[in-house]
């Protein structure tokens, strides 16, 4: 038998989806593929269960509509009957059974029929089949939910399905019988899969349209239909029964008088998005009673909880109300005309056929199983938290899912909780490492500009300073030691020394001398370094090596002028003594030199000027502000890095600056 069972009954409005995974985890049939960061569904997969209807809180999966198809059928001028699920007691809390027919009637529907009738005339054909086929099983067909899930991945069990009509086309017959076959026939239920079952092409046109309670509400309200407004009217004949309890769970084994034994357990009973398809699956397997003849399975937690409802009465309350409904249904009905009524449908065909439509995908293999859990950084058992979040109660059901083109491996919070953590980590690496370049960048910058400067005012005083120096000296020499003027000329020639001093160090400040690499051992240089430097008695001197013959290839004069000036500025933050210290290391590819002393400190707002051309802290006169910029050209020009830490507070821990040169071992030569 052919069936257009491909039809979107449910899709996904993607401007609402969030992709919260809340519809993968409810679907049964894991008929949602996440792609793209997009929740979809796939119409061949889907058994219209709308369960992912029912738990979406942003609405984004809409059930297709019937709604201009009705009004057009209401419209056209035939004769349509209104079936209406027995279910509606749960839905229509608020309004009499009486109102609601009038309502219908008001809508423009001729006929407005119970298929509760059709459910006992089901629930009779059970009772008889099960009389008739002692040694079969049968797994119940009224739900279509159940049906097409069987059909579509346990298409083994096709031939175990009830061929027996379900409640709605059960009474299309019967109503078709009664007023001819011109008759329409629209079905009001709470089932989404309803729809699908309309539309196969077995039973159709046995049903025109199905609408679910949600839109005949809207229906409803678009008409100004109003219950306050509306004359009450009874349902047309034939009347139902105990087949009203078919919405409930266990309600169809009441309704056809079918006892389930749970010392037999002949019966087996279930309802719920998990519990019947577990049955399934050990009904297949050969895990259940073989005793087991009768497979009563509802998709949803009884019909009365289905996703075409509008209802937010909670569950047990909705039972309450179509349990009420039936008994007071009964204790008004006549049971004669009853009986009449399914005497005169004793022949009624009931039959259904199915047909396997096999939308199992092929299982992938343990690698590729195995591939997928570890792209999601589950290498071992332990690994697997099976924490749901996906939707997939398993991490490995999850990795099946993604093999088979279902799922994506971002669907997994944990993985992705632990990607984002790293690139958060990276990206602040990468930020790091990009404000010291541009640092790095600007400081380079600045001091190109300033030595460019430096060696033109240095370029342009250097000949003048030297005739001065010249002349002060001669003078000096010549004049005796006890003339008036001769402290005068001594200031002249000290003030004028200090000019030189400050005119070679702006052409060492600006002088881009390239660097001639040499084998030097690092111990060597440290200690040639504090032996070119007057330590004071009351300053101590401390060296490490982590490696006593380490050596480094390093123009060794213009690193012996780092060491030295560094060791200078330390003794000088020590007037009241302390302790400098001396080491060198290894990391990777690089030697650290570090020079610390436990002075003074620099203050937190001078930490950012240090290598700034002419910024310093000592005295008018005693410095220059070039020493350190020097510095921070000569380790460049090694192509290294030079770092400061500091601390100037003593009440956040003890006081000192330390200088840790980073220089390549292995120099690169221009």
Same mark, same amino acid.
């Given at each position: 038998?052919?069936?257009?069972?491909?039809?979107?009954?449910?899709?996904?409005?993607?401007?609402?989806?969030?992709?919260?995974?809340?519809?993968?985890?409810?679907?049964?049939?894991?008929?949602?593929?996440?792609?793209?960061?997009?929740?979809?569904?796939?119409?061949?997969?889907?058994?219209?269960?709308?369960?992912?209807?029912?738990?979406?809180?942003?609405?984004?999966?809409?059930?297709?509509?019937?709604?201009?198809?009705?009004?057009?059928?209401?419209?056209?001028?035939?004769?349509?009957?209104?079936?209406?699920?027995?279910?509606?007691?749960?839905?229509?809390?608020?309004? &009499?059974?009486?109102? +609601?027919?009038?309502?219908?009637?008001?809508?423009?529907?001729?006929?407005?029929?119970?298929?509760?009738?059709?459910?006992?005339?089901?629930?009779?054909?059970?009772?008889?089949?099960?009389?008739?086929?002692?040694?079969?099983?049968?797994?119940?067909?009224?739900?279509?939910?159940?049906?097409?899930?069987?059909?579509?991945?346990?298409?083994?069990?096709?031939?175990?399905?009830?061929?027996?009509?379900?409640?709605?086309?059960?009474?299309?017959?019967?109503?078709?019988?009664?007023?001819?076959?011109?008759?329409?026939?629209?079905?009001?239920?709470?089932?989404?899969?309803?729809?699908?079952?309309?539309?196969?092409?077995?039973?159709?046109?046995?049903?025109?349209?199905?609408? #679910?309670?949600?839109?005949?509400?809207?229906?409803?309200?678009?008409?100004?239909?109003?219950?306050?407004?509306?004359?009450?009217?009874?349902?047309?004949?034939?009347?139902?029964?105990?087949?009203?309890?078919?919405?409930?769970?266990?309600?169809?084994?009441?309704?056809?008088?079918?006892?389930?034994?749970?010392?037999?357990? &002949?019966?087996?009973?279930?309802?719920?998005?998990?519990?019947?398809?577990?049955?399934?699956?050990?009904?297949?397997?050969?895990?259940?009673?073989?005793?087991?003849?009768?497979?009563?399975?509802?998709?949803?937690?009884?019909?009365?909880?289905?996703?075409?409802?509008?209802?937010?009465?909670?569950?047990?309350?909705?039972?309450?109300?179509?349990?009420?409904?039936?008994?007071?249904?009964?204790?008004?009905?006549?049971?004669?005309?009853?009986?009449?009524?399914?005497?005169?449908?004793?022949?009624?065909?009931?039959?259904?056929?199915?047909?396997?439509?096999?939308?199992?995908?092929?299982?992938?293999?343990? #690698?590729?199983?195995?591939?997928?859990?570890?792209?999601?950084?589950?290498?071992?058992?332990?690994?697997?938290?099976?924490?749901?979040?996906?939707?997939?109660?398993?991490?490995?059901?999850?990795?099946?899912?993604?093999?088979?083109?279902?799922?994506?491996?971002?669907?997994?919070?944990?993985?992705?909780?632990?990607?984002?953590?790293?690139?958060?980590?990276?990206?602040?690496?990468?930020?790091?490492?990009?404000?010291?370049?541009?640092?790095?960048?600007?400081?380079?910058?600045?001091?190109?500009?300033?030595?460019? +400067?430096?060696?033109?005012?240095?370029?342009?005083?250097?000949?003048?300073?030297?005739?001065?120096?010249?002349?002060?000296?001669?003078?000096?020499?010549?004049?005796?030691?006890?003339?008036?003027?001769?402290?005068?000329?001594?200031?002249?020639?000290?003030?004028?020394?200090?000019?030189?001093?400050?005119?070679?160090?702006?052409?060492?400040?600006?002088?881009?001398?390239?660097?001639?690499?040499?084998?030097?051992?690092?111990?060597?240089?440290?200690?040639?370094?504090?032996?070119?430097?007057?330590?004071?008695?009351?300053?101590?001197?401390?060296?490490?090596?982590?490696?006593?013959?380490?050596?480094?290839?390093?123009?060794?004069?213009?690193?012996?002028?780092?060491?030295?000036?560094?060791?200078?500025?330390?003794?000088?933050?020590?007037?009241?003594?302390?302790?400098?210290?001396?080491?060198?290391?290894?990391?990777?590819?690089?030697?650290?030199?570090?020079?610390? &002393? #436990?002075?003074?400190?620099?203050?937190?707002?001078?930490?950012?000027?240090?290598?700034?051309?002419?910024?310093?802290?000592?005295?008018?006169?005693?410095?220059?502000?070039?020493?350190?910029?020097?510095?921070?050209?000569?380790?460049?020009?090694?192509?290294?890095?030079?770092?400061?830490?500091?601390?100037?507070?003593?009440?956040?821990?003890?006081?000192?600056?330390?200088? #840790?040169?980073?220089?390549?071992?292995?120099?690169?030569?221009?």
């Amino acid at each position: 038998m052919a069936r257009l069972s491909h039809v979107p009954l449910v899709t996904t409005v993607k401007e609402r989806c969030r992709v919260c995974y809340t519809c993968v985890r409810e679907c049964p049939a894991k008929a949602i593929r996440i792609a793209g960061w997009q929740a979809e569904v796939v119409p061949g997969r889907c058994i219209g269960c709308g369960n992912c209807v029912r738990v979406c809180s942003q609405k984004a999966k809409q059930v297709a509509s019937s709604e201009a198809a009705v009004q057009a059928l209401l419209a056209s001028g035939e004769r349509v009957a209104a079936c209406v699920a027995p279910s509606f007691p749960a839905e229509f809390v608020e309004l &009499d059974a009486k109102v +609601l027919v009038g309502m219908l009637r008001r809508l423009g529907f001729a006929l407005v029929n119970e298929v509760a009738f059709g459910a006992d005339l089901v629930a009779r054909r059970y009772r008889q089949l099960l009389a008739d086929n002692p040694d079969r099983c049968y797994i119940s067909t009224s739900c279509p939910a159940i049906v097409t899930f069987v059909e579509r991945y346990y298409p083994s069990l096709v031939d175990f399905l009830a061929p027996v009509a379900s409640p709605m086309v059960a009474t299309a017959r019967a109503l078709r019988q009664v007023h001819g076959p011109e008759l329409k026939t629209v079905f009001i239920g709470p089932c989404v899969a309803k729809k699908g079952e309309e539309l196969d092409t077995g039973l159709s046109p046995e049903i025109d349209e199905v609408l #679910t309670f949600a839109e005949l509400r809207q229906m409803l309200a678009a008409a100004g239909i109003h219950p306050e407004e509306t004359e009450a009217s009874e349902f047309d004949p034939p009347h139902g029964g105990t087949g009203a309890l078919f919405p409930l769970s266990r309600g169809a084994l009441q309704a056809a008088s079918i006892d389930e034994n749970l010392i037999l357990g &002949d019966i087996v009973a279930a309802d719920g998005r998990t519990s019947f398809v577990e049955v399934i699956k050990e009904f297949e397997s050969g895990d259940l009673d073989l005793n087991a003849r009768l497979l009563d399975l509802l998709c949803c937690n009884g019909c009365i909880m289905g996703a075409g409802m509008t209802s937010e009465v909670p569950l047990f309350r909705r039972r309450a109300v179509v349990s009420k409904y039936v008994r007071q249904h009964l204790a008004a009905s006549h049971p004669h005309d009853h009986q009449a009524w399914l005497d005169r449908f004793a022949n009624l065909d009931l039959g259904r056929t199915f047909v396997a439509d096999d939308q199992r995908l092929p299982t992938p293999s343990s #690698t590729e199983i195995t591939e997928v859990l570890e792209r999601m950084g589950k290498h071992t058992p332990a690994d697997e938290l099976n924490c749901g979040a996906c939707g997939y109660d398993t991490c490995r059901e999850h990795a099946v899912a993604v093999c088979k083109g279902l799922a994506e491996s971002e669907m997994c919070l944990p993985f992705t909780i632990e990607a984002l953590r790293t690139s958060v980590g990276e990206l602040a690496l990468s930020h790091e490492e990009l404000r010291n370049t541009q640092q790095a960048l600007m400081h380079s910058e600045r001091l190109a500009s300033m030595g460019q +400067l430096a060696a033109g005012i240095a370029h342009e005083v250097n000949n003048p300073l030297g005739v001065v120096l010249l002349y002060a000296h001669m003078i000096l020499e010549e004049a005796p030691k006890d003339a008036p003027g001769r402290k005068d000329l001594e200031m002249i020639v000290a003030q004028a020394d200090r000019c030189k001093k400050i005119v070679s160090g702006l052409l060492n400040f600006a002088r881009q001398n390239k660097v001639f690499l040499q084998e030097t051992l690092i111990r060597d240089l440290v200690l040639q370094g504090v032996r070119s430097v007057p330590i004071p008695d009351h300053v101590r001197v401390r060296v490490e090596h982590d490696e006593p013959e380490l050596a480094a290839e390093i123009d060794r004069d213009q690193v012996m002028q780092v060491l030295t000036n560094l060791i200078s500025n330390a003794i000088e933050a020590m007037p009241e003594g302390g302790t400098l210290t001396l080491s060198s290391r290894t990391a990777k590819e690089s030697v650290l030199l570090t020079v610390a &002393d #436990t002075g003074v400190g620099i203050s937190k707002e001078n930490m950012n000027k240090v290598f700034e051309p002419f910024f310093t802290t000592k005295p008018m006169g005693k410095g220059t502000g070039l020493g350190l910029p020097v510095i921070y050209g000569i380790v460049k020009m090694h192509r290294g890095d030079i770092k400061v830490e500091s601390n100037a507070d003593p009440a956040v821990g003890p006081t000192g600056t330390s200088f #840790t040169v980073t220089l390549p071992r292995a120099g690169r030569r221009e």
